[in-house]
């Protein structure tokens, strides 16, 4: 059982214009969301989090929103540049312990 | 500071072989996280260390095991290899003591079973 989706395996995104990415979870436990950028051949890279008392985290072009009551976050990276292609993985964490769950990730395609 | 530096990035073993995969974390990172990558599977959590000792485990059989040594740096070893078990095994440092704080990843060590 997934407790992390993210539904969408690819995007394609004009450069300039904006990315929306998503992800959904299904534990209530989970208090930690963050997301993580993979290109190939290297490992992930952390991107920006939110803890869930917050609805909305910024940091420069991204910005990740957090809808508790749907458990739903999204990032969204304004303007999509084609150094953003990769992969990207939504990742939750509950307050238990210090194992991320993560989802299966969305690539990103920013065509110039 | 270095990052996580996992080895060897490469391996290639076949069936019912062991494998044993290294892990150097950040300098003064204690607790060390293995995960397995494969091909639309996303991340899948396989064990954490903290201060030599394991302290979260995910829902991999037996075959699959670690330790961490005195100076942070971890080993995870593969009995009996499987097909299946090909992937990208990658292997994350933290200075947290405790969750919610960001994973510093390895480039991985890719495993082939043939």
């Known amino acids: 059982d997934q407790q992390v989706k993210q539904n969408s395996p690819s995007l394609s995104v004009q450069e300039g214009r904006i990315s929306i990415l998503n992800c959904d979870y299904t534990?209530?436990?989970?208090?930690?969301f963050l997301w993580y950028k993979k290109y190939p051949a290297e490992g992930p890279t952390f991107l920006i989090s939110?803890?869930?008392?917050?609805d909305k985290n910024e940091d420069g072009r991204f910005t990740v929103f957090l809808n508790k009551s749907a458990k739903h976050l999204s990032l969204h990276i304004v303007p999509s540049q084609p150094g953003d292609s990769a992969v990207y993985f939504c990742?939750?964490?509950?307050?238990?312990?210090?194992?991320?769950?993560f989802g299966g990730g969305t690539r990103l395609m920013v065509k110039p | 500071k270095a990052g996580v530096t996992q080895t060897p990035r490469y391996l290639i073993k076949t069936r019912g072989q062991q494998v044993t995969l290294s892990c150097s974390p950040i300098s003064g990172h204690r607790s060390v996280s293995w995960y397995q990558q494969t091909p639309g599977q996303g991340l899948q959590f396989l064990f954490e260390?903290?201060?030599?000792?394991?302290?979260n485990k995910g829902n991999f059989p037996g075959r699959f095991s670690g330790r961490q040594f005195s100076n942070s740096r971890s080993e995870m070893n593969v009995s009996t290899l499987e097909l299946g078990d090909s992937a990208l095994y990658l292997c994350?440092?933290?200075?947290?003591?405790?969750?919610?704080?960001?994973?510093?990843f390895g480039s991985g060590t890719q495993l082939s079973v043939l």
């Open positions: 260390y903290f201060s030599e000792t394991q302290r």
């Open positions: 939110i803890s869930s008392i917050k």
């Open positions: 994350a440092s933290s200075d947290a003591g405790t969750g919610g704080e960001k994973l510093f």
């Open positions: 534990n209530s436990m989970f208090d930690y």
């Open positions: 990742a939750a964490l509950n307050n238990a312990g210090n194992m991320l769950t």
